[in-house]
């Protein structure tokens, strides 16, 4: 079945740490990829997307993603966190075939001020 | 403006009760989504309309029913509630089916449903 797994349910990081959160998928065809993310309370928000082109994707608020096609893989990253990137981190898929958005668990990150 | 809108945010009710969920955009999308958030945040599709026509039916009991009166509204109806249907339910729309190079979805802010 298509899926799509986050390695990390929770994630605890101190301000100023460097930040990769982990997604893989499972499907063979053509995929559109997206994280988002859901602050305390709040509705998801669009932090990046990749259809097509240069792998590596910038998002808002300083964060990046890298899409390898070999590995079925779209990483996320942030290079420096902030006590206001504490939140829900959700990676989802769009399988050509499907015409649905499938979501990964989840992570829950943490940022210690 | 919201873009997409629910109402009502929060719904305390006892079981077997029936009850609505209402979702707006003002978007001008064609495609609006029904998504279930269980406890564990874990996100499940149960429903997507394409211009009022139904085309996501996911493995949901037949006591929700959808109901798309123009392809700006999609409410969600739920009858006879179980304690298992507390959840918090997301709408979202796109501009095109998800998958198609359009697909990204905007979501509502969600309605937290209790069933006592």
């Known amino acids: 079945a298509q899926s799509v797994s986050q390695h990390n349910h929770h994630v605890i990081l101190s301000e100023a740490a460097s930040l990769e959160l982990g997604c893989n998928y499972s499907?063979?065809?053509?995929?559109?990829l997206f994280w988002y993310v859901q602050y305390p309370g709040q509705h998801l928000q669009l932090l990046l997307k990749?259809?097509?082109?240069?792998?590596l994707v910038k998002g808002i608020k300083g964060f990046e993603a890298e899409f390898i096609k070999s590995k079925f893989s779209f990483n996320l990253r942030k290079p420096s966190v902030q006590w206001s990137d504490t939140a829900e981190y959700f990676c989802?898929?769009?399988?050509?075939?499907?015409?649905?958005?499938?979501f990964g668990q989840g992570t829950t990150l943490q940022v210690k001020p | 403006d919201t873009a997409v809108s629910q109402t009502p945010k929060y719904l305390v009710t006892q079981m077997g009760n029936d009850k609505s969920i209402k979702c707006e955009q003002n978007?001008?999308?064609?495609?609006m989504y029904w998504y279930k958030q269980d406890s564990k945040k874990f996100l499940k599709i149960m429903f997507s309309?394409?211009?009022?026509?139904?085309?996501i039916n996911e493995t949901v009991p037949n006591r929700f029913s959808p109901k798309s009166p123009d392809k700006a509204h999609l409410n969600l109806h739920i009858n006879s509630l179980e304690l298992g249907d507390s959840a918090v339910y997301f709408c979202?729309?796109?501009?095109?089916?998800?998958?198609?190079?359009?697909?990204?979805?905007?979501f509502g802010e969600g309605s937290r449903l209790t069933v006592l």
């Open positions: 979202a729309s796109s501009q095109d089916l998800a998958g198609g190079s359009t697909g990204e979805l905007f």
């Open positions: 499907y063979g065809g053509t995929v559109n």
């Open positions: 990749y259809f097509s082109g240069d792998p």
């Open positions: 989802a898929v769009t399988m050509s075939n499907t015409g649905k958005l499938i």
């Open positions: 978007l001008g999308h064609d495609t």
């Open positions: 309309y394409n211009n009022k026509e139904l085309i």
